[in-house]
């Protein structure tokens, strides 16, 4: 929906408000007029029904409105006296409308000073649940939200297990754009696999004031370009599958490359503008090495002392996953003759490669140069650039996109160059031979950015013995962007909450006494 039919629902529901409350607002000692004047009418309702004013900001916040809506239906129907389960339900069940019945149809007197703490132990217990939701359905949308690392594309920099926060406000907190979603959760119902949201309504993207910028190699969790694709592959058998933009599967990945740079992969190394890509020092790239012992096995304690997480047999060869440091260390073991980094040369087209053309005979470990799109800047379009930039113009920047041969149309007009509507990033995961990502769907545009990993609160290793070996206790509490080391703050948090609890202890018993 455009900002202009979202003007007229808004406007729809402001007539529908009025024709169900204008008869209470009068019982209430208000006048008519004031149930259709937009937002007056919300302030004015909260002194009806004797709640804060600031409750009417959550009535405009998207995903939280939805929550608040049931709680205002049941707080005006109470305001005049139909307290009962019944009439409670009914409010729910007819979503409001039963406000309609009570309006012109009941003879109700309107309870000025009414007490609002819940009638029974039920109804408390039901009112602090509803907040407490809305509450963590606010910071969980726009401010921080917890997130599993489920693949091993970053591993070793983050591993399988780890549990992290995630912040929406450093690059802007993007408002939800389904309008209709259960909160909290993200694609689909636990434990149903039904859909958690509807399609439609969607509103336009917007995105709240960031801090900063997202930042060369900072690790950023983003909505799955491809999740909708049916052509990544080149293949276009397949079913086109809708899903909103927020709505997509959530990925996390490293940004190698941000809008405006130029990238390129030389056996497999990235190259920025002609430069090599400096990582972070918690960086941990991987490649596959093949491992020649000349038959001989490594033991499962050899492995683990260089810190094979992963790795099979190929003709009698180990096939590991390494950082260049540890396949440095593993030479140096009596047992292995020799160590050869794998690397894919580019000459030989693949169609899971990016942008799945012929044109383009690139490989994972020998990519580019590619330009990443940036905000206003322009390209030309030619039979050279549209294989790489037609579906972003189409889909991502949303234009009328026709191709015909070397030429493209773009909203009917016959276009020479092309300028960007929003920033782009190129997303790669550390573990380069085992990654689903940009070199195999392309690029990211800024609206599928949902925030930066910052903290690790919590890691679970399954293939651990024991509990003890389960829990990952020096990943506890460890931030993940920073130099040297990861320090965890596990046990200077349990000492700051058990001063917490012993502050307000010793408080308490000083009140008693």
Same mark, same amino acid.
């Given at each position: 929906?455009?900002?202009?039919?979202?003007? !007229?629902?808004?406007?729809? !529901?402001? %007539?529908?408000?009025?024709?169900?409350?204008?008869?209470?607002?009068?019982?209430? #000692?208000?006048?008519?007029?004031?149930?259709?004047? @937009?937002?007056?009418?919300?302030?004015?309702?909260?002194?009806?029904?004797?709640?804060?004013?600031?409750?009417?900001?959550?009535?405009?916040?998207?995903?939280?409105?939805?929550?608040?809506?049931?709680?205002?239906?049941?707080?005006?129907?109470?305001?005049?006296?139909?307290?009962?389960?019944?009439?409670?339900?009914?409010?729910?069940?007819?979503?409001?409308?039963?406000?309609?019945?009570? /309006?012109?149809?009941?003879?109700?007197?309107?309870?000025?000073?009414?007490?609002?703490?819940?009638?029974? /132990?039920?109804? #408390?217990?039901?009112?602090?649940?509803?907040?407490?939701?809305?509450?963590?359905? !606010?910071?969980?949308?726009?401010?921080?939200? @917890?997130?599993?690392?489920?693949?091993?594309?970053?591993?070793?920099?983050? !591993?399988?297990?780890?549990?992290?926060?995630?912040?929406?406000?450093?690059?802007?907190?993007? %408002?939800?754009?389904?309008?209709?979603?259960?909160?909290?959760?993200?694609?689909?119902?636990?434990?149903?696999?039904? @859909?958690?949201?509807?399609?439609?309504?969607?509103?336009?993207?917007?995105?709240? $004031?960031?801090?900063?910028?997202?930042?060369?190699?900072?690790?950023?969790?983003?909505?799955?370009?491809?999740?909708?694709?049916?052509?990544?592959?080149?293949?276009?058998?397949?079913?086109?599958?809708?899903?909103?933009?927020?709505?997509?599967?959530?990925? %996390?990945?490293?940004?190698?490359?941000?809008?405006?740079?130029?990238?390129?992969?030389?056996?497999?190394?990235?190259?920025?503008?002609?430069?090599?890509?400096?990582? $972070?020092?918690?960086?941990?790239?991987?490649?596959?090495?093949?491992?020649?012992?000349?038959?001989?096995?490594?033991?499962?304690?050899?492995?683990?002392?260089? /810190?094979?997480?992963?790795?099979?047999?190929?003709?009698?060869?180990?096939?590991?996953?390494?950082?260049?440091?540890?396949?440095?260390?593993?030479?140096?073991? $009596?047992?292995?003759?020799?160590?050869?980094?794998?690397?894919?040369?580019?000459?030989?087209?693949?169609?899971?490669?990016?942008?799945?053309?012929?044109?383009?005979?690139?490989?994972?470990?020998?990519?580019?140069?590619?330009?990443?799109?940036?905000?206003?800047?322009?390209?030309?379009?030619?039979?050279?650039?549209?294989?790489?930039?037609?579906?972003?113009?189409?889909?991502?920047?949303?234009?009328?996109?026709?191709? #015909?041969?070397?030429?493209?149309?773009?909203?009917?007009?016959?276009?020479?160059?092309?300028?960007?509507?929003?920033?782009?990033?190129?997303?790669?995961?550390?573990?380069?031979? /085992?990654?689903?990502?940009?070199?195999?769907?392309?690029?990211?545009?800024? #609206?599928?950015?949902?925030?930066?990993?910052?903290?690790?609160?919590?890691?679970?290793?399954?293939?651990?013995?024991?509990?003890?070996?389960?829990?990952?206790?020096?990943?506890?509490?460890?931030?993940?962007?920073?130099?040297?080391?990861?320090?965890?703050?596990?046990?200077?948090?349990?000492?700051?909450?058990?001063?917490?609890?012993?502050?307000?202890?010793?408080?308490?018993?000083?009140?008693?006494?």
């Amino acid at each position: 929906m455009t900002m202009t039919q979202w003007f !007229l629902f808004f406007l729809i !529901l402001q %007539v529908v408000h009025f024709l169900g409350t204008w008869k209470l607002y009068i019982k209430a #000692d208000r006048k008519a007029w004031e149930a259709i004047v @937009p937002i007056y009418n919300a302030f004015v309702l909260m002194k009806i029904i004797n709640r804060p004013t600031w409750w009417v900001i959550l009535l405009f916040i998207p995903i939280i409105n939805l929550l608040m809506f049931p709680i205002l239906w049941i707080e005006t129907i109470r305001s005049f006296g139909k307290n009962s389960t019944i009439d409670t339900t009914l409010a729910l069940f007819t979503f409001g409308f039963y406000t309609y019945y009570v /309006n012109y149809a009941c003879d109700v007197k309107h309870i000025k000073d009414r007490s609002l703490k819940p009638a029974s /132990n039920f109804g #408390d217990w039901a009112s602090s649940i509803a907040f407490a939701i809305i509450a963590a359905t !606010l910071v969980h949308t726009y401010f921080m939200r @917890p997130y599993t690392i489920p693949t091993s594309s970053l591993e070793k920099s983050l !591993l399988v297990g780890d549990f992290l926060f995630v912040s929406k406000f450093h690059y802007g907190a993007r %408002v939800p754009m389904t309008a209709v979603a259960m909160p909290m959760v993200h694609d689909s119902i636990p434990l149903t696999g039904l @859909p958690s949201y509807l399609n439609k309504p969607q509103l336009p993207y917007m995105r709240l $004031p960031g801090i900063q910028k997202i930042k060369r190699n900072e690790i950023v969790v983003f909505n799955w370009p491809a999740d909708s694709l049916k052509t990544m592959w080149g293949d276009n058998s397949g079913e086109f599958t809708y899903k909103p933009i927020d709505k997509k599967t959530n990925y %996390v990945k490293r940004c190698v490359a941000i809008a405006g740079d130029t990238l390129q992969i030389i056996d497999g190394l990235i190259y920025i503008n002609g430069k090599i890509s400096k990582m $972070p020092d918690r960086a941990k790239p991987q490649y596959l090495f093949i491992v020649d012992t000349n038959g001989k096995q490594l033991s499962a304690r050899s492995l683990q002392r260089y /810190n094979v997480r992963e790795g099979h047999m190929r003709d009698d060869k180990y096939v590991l996953n390494l950082t260049e440091a540890e396949a440095r260390k593993l030479q140096n073991n $009596p047992s292995v003759k020799s160590i050869v980094k794998q690397n894919t040369p580019s000459g030989h087209f693949n169609k899971s490669i990016f942008p799945h053309n012929e044109q383009y005979t690139w490989s994972i470990d020998n990519y580019g140069p590619l330009y990443i799109p940036a905000k206003g800047e322009t390209v030309e379009i030619n039979s050279k650039t549209i294989p790489i930039y037609e579906h972003l113009i189409r889909e991502y920047d949303r234009n009328d996109v026709t191709v #015909d041969g070397d030429k493209m149309y773009i909203n009917g007009t016959l276009a020479e160059t092309y300028t960007f509507k929003q920033d782009y990033f190129w997303m790669m995961g550390d573990n380069r031979h /085992n990654s689903l990502d940009a070199r195999s769907y392309g690029f990211t545009p800024f #609206d599928h950015v949902i925030g930066k990993a910052v903290f690790v609160w919590f890691s679970w290793e399954t293939n651990g013995d024991g509990i003890k070996n389960k829990i990952r206790w020096d990943r506890l509490f460890t931030v993940v962007h920073g130099s040297g080391k990861a320090t965890s703050y596990f046990y200077p948090f349990l000492g700051l909450l058990a001063i917490y609890f012993g502050f307000n202890y010793f408080r308490k018993k000083k009140k008693e006494a």
